[in-house]
């Protein structure tokens, strides 16, 4: 059974930035999806097992970037130029296959959620 454990989310001024961790028990895919209220949840960005591969949803491509540790097993989605609609809960995901992909029921296990707010 993979842990995720999530940190770092808060309330930001549009135009800021904010870093989300992600803490995983081993190394997986790991995808970052997000939900806002009212809304499905969806995709913003994956980062490939070894590192070397990521992939952005449009809405976030060119401000957002993930990267990740694998000495500590951590992923990371820096966050920069946020704007108000980026508001949502946001979540990480572990995928045991390596085959990349942006469907949320795909992913084996989830981190708990954390807190994003963007304000205007």
């Known amino acids: 059974q993979v842990t995720l454990v999530e940190s770092g989310g808060g309330l930001v001024q549009a135009g800021g930035s904010l870093r989300l961790a992600c803490a995983a028990s081993?190394?997986?895919?790991i995808g970052w999806f997000r939900q806002a209220p009212g809304k499905e949840r969806e995709f913003v960005g994956l980062?490939?097992?070894?590192?070397?591969?990521?992939a952005y949803a449009d809405s976030v491509k060119g401000r957002f970037t993930i990267s990740r540790d694998n000495a500590k097993n951590t992923a990371y989605l820096q966050m920069d130029s946020l704007k108000p609609g980026d508001t949502a809960v946001y979540y990480c995901?572990?995928?045991?296959?390596?085959?990349?992909?942006?469907?949320?029921?795909?992913?084996?296990?989830w981190g708990q959620g954390t807190q994003v707010t963007v304000s205007s």
């Open positions: 995901a572990a995928r045991y296959l390596r085959r990349h992909t942006t469907k949320p029921y795909e992913y084996d296990n």
């Open positions: 081993g190394r997986y895919l």
């Open positions: 980062i490939s097992w070894s590192g070397d591969n990521t």
